[in-house]
């Protein structure tokens, strides 16, 4: 840009500030006329609107005053017609208060809408009382009319008094209020505006004061600039009139001082070139002598980096003749160097069988007809005649002007590790043989739940037919979500998957697996981690279909049930039999049962245990059935040999059910229920734990039972009396526990003989 140029810029700049001034000032001033003649007529239309509804009110209340003075001059007849006229004026009016109404509310809502004045809420609030009001108004005056037409004029006065006087009242006040704030409003925009103008005025004031100043600093800037370029000139000049050709003036833009600098820069470089051109062909032929030597030692360097690499590197020029090998080359295809260069690679390395085929390839590439492809595999022959596997990576060689001239390849002899990869193929196929032919389900899950493999047994129990549908789904998602009573699986609790979160095995067989169409079946499951190198990566669960197990299982507690039922009846028949012998102990082997079965449940048996102590208690005395009955029922003291045939009865009772196939040691109760902690009881004198714990609970029951009850030779004795003989025979004859548990039974109260 010319100097001129600049000049007449920095000018258009300060006349576009003072324009700028102007017409902010103009615009602002516009802007502020046409927002107050809005704000004015706006509220001059609300003031119109609001003294016609204060008119039409006001009309109305006069009109219904004077209808009731009338009420007193005039006939009923009259008055009647008077009444319906005046009802119908008076409704007009109201009529008209009401459109005037609505025409405020629009006005209102619209200043709302615009944002401004301030307050109009309120005034639309106070607008809405007043349409409530003349909507009263409007309603009252029907009242009224109804009770004129009834001759109640009285009422009638009294009505208007109480309502329609206070109801003009409230909306006089109303319209005031309107009025009021629609001159306030107006107050308020033409203070508004004086503050505005003011503040424009001095807006103008300052951006005049700065365009002065950008004028004063546009001239001094452009004054110190040109002085400033004329002395670099001068400089340059003086400079290179001392030989420092290397000189050179800045140049900033595109005026006439930097043409002249450019004149001068143009000069120098002439200058330079000239004395330069004759030194640069001396060190030119020096440079070319250092880069052979680099050459020579960059080629020497190269060949020991390619000896050294793990890999076999051969380099193929256009017609396929072997141009460069590495030594690892040499040594997987068995040559010495000098006896493959030169040599025609796919006639010397390349198998019969595909050689064809490669040549054409590489015949197609070297046209430039296809592209390179990068990794390929294929067998290579040695020297040796023995074929080995290489894995080649390759890459077209191009000269200096970009033509294909040859082939660079890398390749790795894979010959060990393809066998290895067919051999583990095998392996593979052979485990998942395997795992298709058994019967369990076989399922694999890494860290992360997702599935590894599944076999054919896991694809039909579950419904799938493709691995696609499993591998590197999140199984418990698909088939363990839900539990068996309903309820969601949350993943985080899954027993599949604690294996490997805990590192030992699971085993689970009350869980549900869901089938792909949404089915479910009882499975029993196996959970193991898997390790490698000593790191949990996943693991390897296997599972059953119990269905049928479970229904067999079923089946088979019906029958146990059915069983234990018949054993029962038959048990208690024999019971009965017996008491029904010995009239003086009937009842004697339930009540005995009942204790004993109470005396387990104190001392936490299990419940398997206290049903077999239920059952041996109640037929304890079974032995007794050999007793002829007059012993049984003798009243005074036995004799010896009777004393010998009672205590045979416990023998007797062994004898009779040792080999019926109890689940409890039904008659070991039956032989050991005499027994003593002391080993002097009878008949083997067995002691402490050689007792069976049934035995014990049993015998203490017995005894209990025996004292508290009546017999042939004496009458009852009471359970104090009971209670008093196993507590002083603790530890000799009963088992201590025993006895605690019977004694808190009855100091309790939870337990009594119903003796009757």
Request: net charge negative; glycine share 6%; hydrophobic share 40%.
């Amino acid at each position: 840009m010319k100097i001129g140029q600049k000049i007449i810029l920095g000018f258009m700049v300060i006349a576009a500030l003072f324009g700028m001034a102007g017409g902010i000032h103009v615009a602002h001033l516009m802007q502020m006329k046409t927002q107050i003649d809005q704000i004015i007529s706006t509220n001059l239309g609300e003031l119109e609107f609001a003294e016609e509804v204060f008119n039409a009110v006001e009309e109305a209340h006069a009109t219904i005053l004077h209808l009731l003075a009338d009420a007193r001059h005039k006939t009923h007849e009259e008055h009647a017609a008077h009444i319906r006229q005046t009802d119908d004026t008076i409704k007009t009016q109201l009529n008209e208060a009401k459109i005037a109404i609505s025409a405020m509310e629009k006005t209102t809502l619209k200043q709302i809408a615009q944002g401004y004045p301030e307050n109009e809420d309120d005034e639309l609030r106070e607008i809405r009382m007043l349409r409530e009001h003349v909507k009263t108004f409007f309603n009252q005056s029907g009242e009224l009319a109804a009770l004129l037409k009834g001759g109640e004029y009285y009422t009638a006065r009294v009505f208007t008094n109480e309502n329609i006087t206070p109801i003009s009242l409230n909306v006089q006040a109303l319209v005031s209020d309107l009025e009021m704030d629609a001159r306030e409003e107006i107050e308020a925009a033409l203070t508004a505006a004086k503050t505005d103008t003011q503040r424009s005025i001095w807006s103008s004031i300052l951006l005049t004061l700065v365009a002065f100043i950008v004028a004063i600093g546009l001239g001094l800037y452009l004054s110190r600039s040109i002085s400033a370029r004329v002395k670099a000139l001068h400089t340059a000049t003086t400079r290179l009139g001392e030989g420092k050709l290397d000189t050179r003036v800045e140049i900033t833009s595109n005026d006439e001082l930097d043409q002249i600098a450019a004149d001068v820069n143009h000069m120098a470089e002439g200058l330079r070139s000239a004395i330069v051109s004759r030194d640069d062909l001396h060190k030119e032929v020096a440079q070319r002598k250092e880069v052979e030597v680099q050459l020579r030692a960059q080629r020497t360097q190269a060949q020991i980096y390619l000896d050294i690499a793990d890999v076999m590197l051969v380099a193929l020029d256009a017609n396929g003749y072997i141009k460069l090998i590495n030594r690892k080359g040499c040594q997987v295809l068995g040559y010495k160097e000098h006896e493959i260069i030169n040599k025609n690679w796919f006639e010397q390395c390349i198998t019969e069988d595909i050689r064809k085929d490669i040549q054409a390839v590489f015949t197609q590439l070297m046209a430039g007809k296809v592209e390179a492809v990068e990794n390929h595999e294929n067998t290579a022959i040695t020297k040796a005649g023995e074929q080995k596997t290489i894995a080649f990576h390759n890459a077209v060689i191009r000269d200096e002007h970009d033509r294909i001239s040859g082939i660079l390849f890398s390749g790795e002899d894979i010959t060990q590790r393809k066998l290895t990869e067919d051999s583990l193929r095998d392996s593979e196929e052979r485990i998942r043989l395997l795992l298709d032919s058994t019967e369990e389900a076989i399922y694999g899950l890494d860290l992360d739940g997702n599935c590894t493999f599944a076999n054919a047994a896991f694809m039909r129990l579950l419904g799938y037919d493709s691995h696609d549908e499993l591998t590197g789904k999140h199984l418990h998602e698909m088939m363990h979500h839900t539990r068996a009573d309903g309820s969601p699986y949350p993943d985080n609790e899954c027993r599949a998957c604690m294996s490997f979160r805990i590192g030992r095995g699971e085993h689970v067989d009350d869980e549900l697996f869901w089938r792909k169409d949404g089915s479910s079946f009882p499975v029993s499951y196996w959970s193991r981690p898997v390790r490698r190198n000593g790191q949990i990566t996943g693991s390897v669960v296997t599972f059953l279909d119990i269905s049928e197990r479970i229904k067999a299982s079923d089946a088979l507690k019906e029958s146990g049930e059915r069983l234990r039922t018949s054993l029962e009846g038959t048990i208690a028949a024999i019971s009965k039999s017996v008491e029904a012998r010995d009239p003086y102990t009937a009842g004697h082997q339930l009540r005995v049962a009942e204790l004993a079965v109470a005396i387990a449940r104190g001392m936490g048996c299990e419940e398997g245990s206290i049903e077999g102590i239920r059952m041996g208690a109640s037929i304890h005395d079974i032995g007794k059935i050999q007793l002829p009955a007059e012993i049984l029922s003798k009243p005074g003291k036995l004799s010896a040999i009777e004393y010998c045939l009672v205590q045979a009865h416990t023998k007797v009772g062994y004898d009779i059910l040792k080999d019926i196939a109890f689940p409890w040691p039904v008659a070991d109760i039956a032989h050991q229920h005499h027994e003593h902690m002391d080993g002097s009881g009878y008949p083997q004198g067995l002691k402490g734990a050689d007792i069976c714990m049934e035995a014990r609970i049993v015998a203490v029951a017995d005894v209990v039972e025996a004292i508290a009850s009546h017999r042939p030779y004496r009458p009852a004795l009471g359970i104090e009396k009971a209670l008093d003989e196993i507590r002083t025979q603790r530890g000799t004859f009963y088992d201590p526990k025993v006895v605690d548990a019977c004694l808190k039974l009855f100091a309790e109260g939870k337990f009594s003989f119903n003796i009757n």
